[in-house]
């Protein structure tokens, strides 16, 4: 919004114009009238204003899901491999943890959370981190 709106200043000639022939005891309305015009003014621009942000961010969004598939993340195996072998490996300890402190239920959970994690890293790797299904490099 321009500081000197034409139509804003036509607005304020108008405003002034009447109280000088309506006299001060109508001032607060005409004054609430031309805030209210003012304020219809203003969120006017700010929903212009942030429907072009949304257009521009949805653009931005429909050019980042166009990016070409190319082949295999290379390392992607590795990375796969080397998440599950790590946790077999703090496995060892944790199990010995859990067996000595809670006994075989101990066990059972420190099991199951090692495998919640394997699971939910292994789904994470195939659909990506937006849901979607990547392709893998098993070949």
Known sequence: MDARDPELSKELSATLQARKDLGAEYESELVDSFLDKVAA???SHVEQRVRR????QQTSIARADRRPVGPPRQ??????YGFAGFTM?????L???AATQAHAAGLF??????????VAQALSS???PRG???KDDWT
């Open 41 to 43: 003014r203003v969120d």
């Open 95 to 97: 199990s010995a943890i």
């Open 109 to 118: 959970i420190t099991w199951a959370g090692i495998v919640g994690v394997n």
């Open 75 to 80: 390392g992607a195996r590795f990375a796969r």
């Open 132 to 134: 979607k299904q990547e």
């Open 53 to 56: 942000e949304l257009a521009q």
């Open 126 to 128: 195939v659909h990506g």
């Open 89 to 93: 490996i703090a496995a060892i300890p």
